[in-house]
């Protein structure tokens, strides 16, 4: 079969999509552990499954079949992903991203993205919100690598402002009035699905993260290459390895999320009208 080239690829995908909405969806969501529930928010919501996209990645873990919802949410129209790929679950890098591809063909302007990471700086707590600053790529994969189509991005895309300063501001400034604050800091992407050694934790501090975890990278590495701006969260699940006295576990990680996942949808509701 002759290979599609993603250009192909992406305009199938989003007519798919454009075929079940007549909206322009404006803001893109990638929400990490506990925030699915931003689903049941969102108003005349529809649904379209991965499985019925072209091209889509499908998750191959069973319940999580992963659907695309498009609708308002506090005025603004949004795209969200329910359910998201990770590297570490065997899809290529350019596979991850390729939702963001098709979220801009169909005229996202701004994504949001939240995740659950460990906290690598040792005066942050379990519960906090951090926005993040910039990332270091620890995956050392790249959904860029290959040829480039001008059409989508330049081929060396500046990446000094990955994390938009505008939008940084406003979640700080929005969760002044709601009447707490973030932390700030930089987010560690590495490849998983084990966590990491103390010695790579400690390694990680001393070349300046703030926060570990193993998603978001290669979606905002192709938000960017495609000129959408982004907005990134990591809620604090759990103090990184060694830091603690203590195992890591995923049931941890789910549970502090979900501890804070009142907070962190009141912040995403709340920033989301002013975006
Ligand atoms: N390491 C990597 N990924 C994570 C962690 C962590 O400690 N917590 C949540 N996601």
Redesign the pocket.
Known sequence: MEKVSLLERIDQAAAAIAARSGETPEIGLILGSGLGILADLIEDAVVVPYHEIPFFPVSTVEGHAGELLLGKVKGRQVLMMKGRFHTYEGYEPDAVSFPVRVMKKLGVKTLLVT????GVNESFDVGDLMVISDHLNFMFRNPLIGPNDNSLGVRFPDMSEAYSKRLRKLAHETAAELGFSLREGVYAA?S?PA??TPAEIRMLRIVGSDA???STVPEVMVARHAGIEVLGFSCI??M??GILDQP?SHAE?MEAADRVKDKFLGLILAILPKI
């Open positions: 995740n659950a990471a460990g590495m998983g966590y990491e570990v975890g193993m699940s759990n990184a390895a890591l990680v």
